[in-house]
């Protein structure tokens, strides 16, 4: 008997919904599933490239692209399961995720969804797995920085409740549709994801509707890997607007009484959002560029039983080829102020072990890679190539 069905909305993202998908069929030894991956007309081989790779996977490709909420609801639509997953297809889950969170739900008759600790890349916690809703004083203190300045307050950082231990269990009202858990049945009742939302915003709709009659979401402390940002270009100006427009959808929907006041503060924030993506794109980032380069020519570090096979691709993955470690253990890792590139490979762990490896040893100068042994390429978040 299948337990959960997972919805993956796919756009252009082959190699990192290959690990997604991977690390999905693992967490299935676990709770038993089964998948199903929507391409959101990705123009490219992702399907092609994937359907022999993952034969027990239903894939359903979209003649254009239909957003991330009509997506999803078409998966929504061929759920036979007690649970579904809406996973984003930049994630990496690990064998106990499944596991551990619908065992959550079923022994917690009040829990309406689930979300877990998503950490990026190199295992810097994203502050999104747990978020309030954006009222006017809430998006205030964002937007002018208060949230930063006091990221402990309970006043000014209520946006992202970076008061509220990351490594415990909390009732909280949004949820990060990079990893939700749903009841199917309360899906079907509150109607789903909201289509007029065409990307951003619909999981913070959807977890305010699914609040009802008392249930409540929780954040569930499971560690999952989010590469944030490989689904969209987040300093564009076409993404500032496309977020910040789903904001006031959002606002006219559940706080209409202050329309005007939202609608100052959402142009507010594009106009600010606009001019410091401009700056960076002219200024910061150029500096970053020179920045990256220099982290290029890091040491290497690679955890493998075959590390020849990693050795083989690290010049054409851009890597510099003279300073390459091979090291049995993320515990033998040098200990000091210089950048590492650090490659593990997917064929000698499994993602629970990868996941909390990278947790465990993360630090402000390390990037971490996955080799993925089934393509002989190195995948690594976008902020690092």
């Not at 991330?68 to 064998?95: C, M, R, S």
């Not at 993404?239 to 006041?261: P, Q, S, T, V």
């Not at 990693?310 to 851009?318: A, D, F, N, Q, T």
Request: aromatic fraction near 12%; charged fraction near 25%; charge should be positive.
């Amino acid at each position: 008997m299948k337990r959960v069905t997972t919805v993956i909305v796919n756009y252009r993202l082959k190699y990192f919904l290959e690990q997604t998908l991977l690390s999905v069929r693992e967490a299935y030894s676990e709770i038993p599933g089964q998948t199903i991956v929507i391409d959101n007309n990705s123009g490219d081989d992702s399907i092609e490239f994937l359907k022999p790779r993952f034969p027990e996977v239903k894939f359903i490709c979209n003649n254009k692209n239909v957003g991330f909420g009509k997506a999803n609801n078409q998966g929504f639509e061929l759920a036979d399961t007690d649970y579904i997953l809406v996973l984003n297809p930049d994630t990496i889950i690990g064998k106990n995720t499944l596991k551990e969170t619908v065992e959550w739900m079923d022994t917690h008759a009040d829990c309406a969804s689930i979300g877990v600790k998503m950490v990026d890349g190199n295992g810097k916690f994203l502050p999104e797995s747990k978020r309030s809703f954006p009222s006017i004083w809430n998006s205030f203190c964002k937007l002018f920085g208060l949230s930063t300045l006091f990221p402990h307050s309970r006043t000014f950082a209520r946006y992202h409740l970076r008061y509220l231990d990351e490594n415990n269990v909390h009732k909280v009202p949004v949820l990060a549709g990079a990893f939700m858990l749903l009841r199917t049945e309360l899906v079907r009742k509150v109607g789903g994801f909201d289509e007029d939302f065409f990307m951003y915003g619909e999981d913070m709709d959807l977890s305010y509707r699914m609040m009802v009659d008392g249930m409540s979401n929780y954040y569930i402390p499971t560690p999952i890997i989010h590469y944030k940002g490989e689904c969209t270009k987040t300093n564009s100006i076409n993404y500032i607007k496309m977020f910040y427009e789903a904001m006031l959808i959002f606002y006219r929907k559940h706080y209409n009484r202050n329309g005007w006041l939202c609608k100052a503060l959402i142009y507010t924030a594009i106009g600010l959002r606009s001019c410091v993506s401009a700056i960076s794109k002219k200024i910061i980032n150029p500096i970053s560029s020179l920045l990256k380069s220099s982290s290029k020519e890091a040491p290497t570090y690679i955890v493998s039983l075959n590390p020849e096979d990693i050795k083989s691709v690290l010049g054409k993955e851009g890597f510099q080829t003279q300073s390459v470690h091979i090291i049995s253990d993320l515990s033998l890792l040098p200990k000091d102020d210089k950048h590492q590139n650090i490659i593990l490979d997917d064929r000698d762990f499994d993602y629970n072990t990868l996941i909390n490896n990278i947790i465990a040893n993360n630090g402000k100068k390390r990037y971490f890679h996955i080799y993925s042994g089934c393509n002989n390429i190195i995948i690594s978040p976008k902020a690092q190539r």
